[in-house]
C-alpha cells in the first residue's frame, strides 16, 4: 500500500517561503497524480495544488501566485513552496495521491506548520 | 467556481440510529463526487468516489447517493467509532480545480 509522509520546518517567519517535501514508499511516484491540501486549525480543508510525475502542474487559482509544486522521481518525492507567507498560511499540511485525476486516495498524516515570528 | 454546501452542519445521534448528510453542488457535477471522514487528529480518510463507489476497505454501511447537484452520504447503521467530521469533495471539469464542502460532524450520543 502506498504511504505518504510529509517533512519540513514547523515554524516560518512571516513573508518567508514554506518548504515541505513528500516522501512516497510502497509505490511508485511515476503513477497518480499528487497533490497538497493543507487545512488550518479548526477548519475545513482547502486544495492547494498538484502535480503529475511527469511534471504539468496545476494550482488553486488563490494561491496560484505563491505555490511551486515540483517531482523528483529519482527520490520518490514532491515537495511544496509556498512564499511569502502570512499567519493565515498557518496550517496541518496535507500530501496525497489524486486518482484518476479525481479523488484523493492516501494521504500523510500531515504536518502543522505555524507562521510567526 | 462550484462551490459545495453541507448539512446539517452537527448530527448527533446514537449507536445504531441512522445517518444522512446531505451535499449540494452549486451547479450540476454529473457524478464527481467523493465523500472522506477525518476522525479526531487524523488525516482524511476517502469513502466513497463518484458518488457512490466504496473506497477500498469502507465497510457496507458507509453508501453514497445522487448525481447533478444533491448528493447524501447514508451511514446505514451508526457505530461509535464513526464519530468524525464528514467533508464532500468534487473536481471541476475544467480547468481542474478541486473543491470540498464545509463539512458536517457527526457526533455519538
Known amino acids: 500500500q502506498v504511504q505518504l509522509q510529509e517533512s519540513g520546518p514547523g515554524l516560518v517567519k512571516p513573508s518567508e517561503t514554506l518548504s515541505l517535501t513528500c516522501t512516497v514508499s510502497?509505490?511508485?511516484?511515476?503513477?497518480?497524480?499528487w497533490s497538497w491540501i493543507r487545512q488550518p486549525p479548526g477548519k475545513g480543508l482547502e486544495w492547494i495544488g498538484y502535480i503529475s510525475y511527469s511534471g504539468n502542474t496545476n494550482y488553486n487559482p488563490s494561491l496560484k501566485s505563491r505555490v511551486t509544486i515540483s517531482v523528483d522521481t529519482s527520490k520518490n518525492q514532491f515537495s511544496l513552496r509556498l512564499s511569502s507567507v502570512t499567519a493565515a498560511d498557518t496550517a496541518v499540511y496535507y500530501c496525497?495521491?489524486?486518482?484518476?485525476?479525481?479523488?484523493?486516495?492516501?494521504w500523510g498524516q500531515g504536518t502543522l506548520v505555524t507562521v510567526s515570528s | 467556481e462550484i462551490v459545495l454546501t453541507q448539512s446539517p452542519a452537527t448530527l448527533s445521534l446514537s449507536p445504531g440510529e441512522r445517518a444522512t448528510l446531505s451535499c449540494r453542488a452549486s451547479?450540476?457535477?454529473?457524478?464527481?463526487l467523493a465523500w472522506y471522514q477525518q476522525k479526531p487528529g487524523q488525516a482524511p480518510r476517502l469513502l466513497i468516489y463518484?458518488?457512490?463507489t466504496r473506497a477500498t476497505g469502507i465497510p457496507a454501511r458507509f453508501s453514497g447517493s445522487g448525481s447533478g447537484t444533491d448528493f447524501t452520504l447514508t451511514i446505514s447503521s451508526l457505530e461509535p467509532e464513526d464519530l468524525a467530521v464528514y467533508y464532500c469533495q468534487q473536481r471541476s471539469n475544467w480547468p481542474p480545480i478541486f473543491t470540498f464542502g464545509p463539512g458536517t460532524k457527526v457526533d455519538i450520543k
Open positions: 463518484d458518488a457512490s
Open positions: 496525497a495521491s489524486l486518482y484518476g485525476a479525481n479523488w484523493f486516495t492516501y
Open positions: 510502497g509505490g511508485s511516484i511515476n503513477s497518480y497524480y
Open positions: 451547479q450540476s457535477i454529473s457524478s464527481y
